[in-house]
């Protein structure tokens, strides 16, 4: 049974060669997996997070469900105008490993 320190879901942003930013929030908690948040994202509160991506992969894990997420590429274009924004993988209930 999870408790209130368990962060069950996972997201993960995938980079698609462009530099983009992401925002994140979720209803409950939330933190950045394996990378240093300074140097990768600015978790802006234990609900929220921000960065930006160009290549490869950022994860988080969070509890609670995932409220938003809005991508934008180098020039603010946002799916589905823009092909270059980050794809965005989540899973619930994914175990810690």
């Known amino acids: 049974m999870p408790t ?3 962060l069950p879901n ?6 698609r060669g462009v530099p983009s930013n ?12 394996g990378a ?3 140097e990768e994202a600015t978790i802006v509160s234990d609900r929220a997070a921000e960065g930006t991506i160009d290549t490869g992969v950022q994860r988080f894990r969070f509890s ?3 409220a938003n997420v809005r ?4 020039n603010g274009a946002s799916p589905p105008e823009s092909p270059d924004t980050p794809t965005v993988h989540i899973d619930y209930n994914v175990p810690d490993r």
Not at 23 to 33: F, H
Not at 71 to 74: E, K, P, S, T
């Open 4 to 6: 209130e320190d368990t």
């Open 10 to 15: 996972l997201v993960t942003i995938v980079g």
């Open 22 to 33: 992401y925002e994140l929030s979720v209803e409950g908690r939330i933190r950045m997996v």
């Open 36 to 38: 240093n948040p300074a």
């Open 64 to 66: 609670g469900e995932l």
């Open 71 to 74: 991508l934008v590429d180098w």
